[in-house]
């Protein structure tokens, strides 16, 4: 299986079946309602190819958040170099160098099916699988396959050819909640999404077909998996209550249609 590969999921212990086959390395994953290239918000492209921020752009987004955010970090002075507010700025919106991923599984699932129930919800989704010991170990020629850390290893970073794995202090509820971690890309090899870059030793992936996105979030509800599990937020307390009326909704269709069928 080559990276491009893909196995197409429409139950969730189908999900759970191609967890337990996963090589033993695969401990990260991310989930996208929609499948598009694994690139960090900094990097991204329009439609016509053209990269939608410069490298000037996207050092000014950083200094103008270092310069606004003080007043609303819980621990700004805490903060201790520009990495670190860059994880920040992440979790946040702005376009930066690094792209999110996880240790749970069951979170990038969720990342994946979160807009189910959206009327305009007509992709299949996507779940990433990536084993960050061996993409480090190709980014630093196999000097070092270990997940870097910020701010302890900060320096080493932009002498690193290629995109490796960081980690960082749990300085916001959301990378606790997500149990979150990152991948870092060098401004150098922007253009290289990291399909691109990386073989089926790396990265492999599963296909959420569209049609059973609403049956696979509602068996994931059923075990207490919502909203909340993604956003740590008074708005995810709204949102799981609707979730929870969508799926007696979709669970009366279903009883309907059976009904039809007899």
Known sequence: ???????????????VSFLEKLPKGFILSRGHSKDFSLLPGAFRKDSSGNRLYSKAE??????????????YLKNANDVKEDKELMVYAQHFGLPTKLLDFTYSHIISLMFCLENAFDDNESDDGVVWFLNPYALNGKSTNGESKKIFIIPKDSKLLDQI?????????????????????????????????????ADDSIL?????????????????????????SLYPELSSVAKDIILKQHIEEYIRSLEEDNDNEV
């Open 204 to 228: 492999r992936k599963v296909i959420i077909n569209r049609e059973a996105k609403k049956g696979i979030l509602r068996s994931l509800n059923s075990l207490g998996v919502g909203y909340h």
């Open 58 to 71: 996207i050092q000014k987004f950083i200094e103008h958040f270092e310069i606004n955010s003080y007043p």
């Open 161 to 197: 050819s290629g995109p490796v794995v960081v980690t960082c202090r749990r300085i916001h509820e959301r990378i606790r909640t997500q149990d979150g971690l990152f991948v870092y890309f060098q401004e150098e090899n922007y253009s290289k999404c990291l399909e691109e870059y």
């Open 1 to 15: 299986m080559s990276s491009t590969d893909s196995v197409n999921i429409n139950k969730l212990s189908e999900f």
